[in-house]
Each structure stands twice: as structure tokens, then as C-alpha cells.
């Protein structure tokens, strides 16, 4: 049996010229089957075809903030740090493995990546811009879920959750605003927040603004989100 690759995107520290990602992606990802490839920001044309043909998916991982320039806005305050070439790599990344259908999964930043890649915006800051919004950006253990999200029922992601209704975890204070052409909003949180992402006739492009990477070792739905990846991957 074939084991796909799958790519997963890091954050970048510019102060020490350095890439990072937590290995809650790796674990989750070779626990489900799938053999997990650290992708750094590749700006060459070779490099990034030969990304774009070897592997099978990717998962666009959470990080810092997404510069507002590249959804047609100024900062705000709220805005926190940007890695520009982060940005770039990501949202090309992502448009082509989009338009190639193959597997996405966006975590947290990669929800908002995703929407941004094929033309949606987002909030630059939720805790001034959405008025009474929960708090989203939790001083609990990472694994621990914190506030609940309402699930569309007709969603590929209530398929994969099993529930109408299921409580996350939550480190994040920007947020998916509008959503891109061809997308739905498959979850909320109860301040209207949007939580999950979908393109319904996409073979597998969902994002989640949540992290299950941090307990899908303790939850199955968590867990079955990594494993539908994989199978999609396999199944492309």
C-alpha cells in the first residue's frame, strides 16, 4: 500500500533566519497513514513544480498573521506580525493545489490562507471588529476545547465530525470575513465567527480555524480530519 506525501507548510522567524513548525502536524499526519514533508517558503519556479507534482496534499499550517495588502486593506492595529514571503509561498501554494484538486487541509492561519489564495477576505482582527466576539485565543492547555462551534449539516465536515454541534480549541484573533467564490461557511462559533471552510465540489479543500493537530490524539473527530486527508490523498 502506497503511503501519500503530504506537505506541510512552517512558520518563519526572520530574526534568526530559521523555519518552524510544531511536530503536532507530523504526528497527526504519520499516525493516519500519511508520510509528512516539511515545506519551506520555495520561491524558485523549479522548486516549486516539482512540489506541485510530487506531492499528494498539503496542510496549510497555523502561524502568524496574514499581511492585510494581500486582501485589499490597510493594518489595523490589531495586526500582529506578518512573514511576507510566507504569505506568498502559501497563497500560491495553495491556488495551484486548488486548481490541480488535490487535497488541502487549512488549519487556523491556513483557513485564512486558503480564503484569501481564491479570493475571499478576512477579518484583520476579531477583538475589534466583530462586536462581542468570544474569546478566541485561549489560556488553557492546546489540547483542551474551550468554546463550542455549530457545524452545517450538509457540510463534508459534519461528515467527517459526526456532530451538528462540537467544541474546539481556539488560539487565533484573525478569522475568515467573506468567504471565496465556490466556498461555503460549514461551522460558526456562537459569536458568528467562522470556524470551518469548504468547497463542495472540491475533491477535499477544508479549512478549520481551530487545531485539531493538538488532540487528535484525544479525539476522534480531530483524529478523522487527518485521516480523511489521507484517504483523499490516496484516493486522487
Not at 500582529?80 to 488541502?104: S, V, W, Y
Not at 455549530?150 to 454541534?165: C, E, M, P, R, Y
Amino acid at each position: 500500500m502506497s503511503h501519500p506525501l503530504i506537505g506541510i507548510t512552517c512558520s518563519e522567524d526572520y530574526s534568526n533566519d530559521s523555519f518552524m513548525v510544531r511536530n503536532y502536524y507530523f504526528k497527526a499526519t504519520e499516525a493516519c497513514g500519511g508520510v509528512p514533508i516539511i515545506l519551506p517558503s520555495l520561491i524558485e519556479k523549479f522548486s516549486l513544480e516539482n512540489i506541485y507534482s510530487l506531492l499528494d496534499g498539503i496542510i496549510l499550517s497555523g502561524g502568524a498573521d496574514v499581511d492585510p495588502i494581500l486582501f485589499g486593506e490597510e493594518p489595523i492595529k490589531g495586526v500582529g506580525k506578518i512573514t511576507p514571503l510566507r504569505d506568498q509561498f502559501e497563497i500560491n501554494l495553495a491556488g495551484k493545489f486548488f486548481e490541480m484538486k488535490k487535497p488541502i487541509l487549512a488549519i487556523c492561519r491556513g483557513i485564512q490562507v486558503l480564503n484569501i489564495a481564491l479570493g475571499g477576505t478576512i477579518y484583520q482582527d476579531i477583538n475589534s471588529q466583530v462586536p462581542n466576539c468570544l474569546k478566541h485565543d485561549q489560556e488553557a492547555p492546546k489540547w483542551h476545547v474551550t468554546h463550542r462551534v455549530a457545524v452545517d449539516g450538509h457540510s463534508k465536515l459534519s461528515q467527517i465530525i459526526g456532530a451538528l454541534s462540537y467544541r474546539v480549541n481556539s488560539f487565533h484573533h484573525q478569522a475568515v470575513r467573506q468567504s471565496a467564490p465556490g466556498f461555503i461557511v460549514s461551522a460558526r462559533a456562537e459569536d458568528g465567527v467562522v470556524e470551518g471552510i469548504e468547497a463542495p465540489e472540491h475533491p477535499f479543500a477544508i479549512g478549520v480555524q481551530w487545531h485539531p493537530e493538538c488532540n487528535w490524539h484525544l479525539d476522534q473527530a480531530s483524529r478523522r480530519l487527518f485521516q480523511s486527508l489521507v484517504t483523499s490523498c490516496k484516493l486522487k
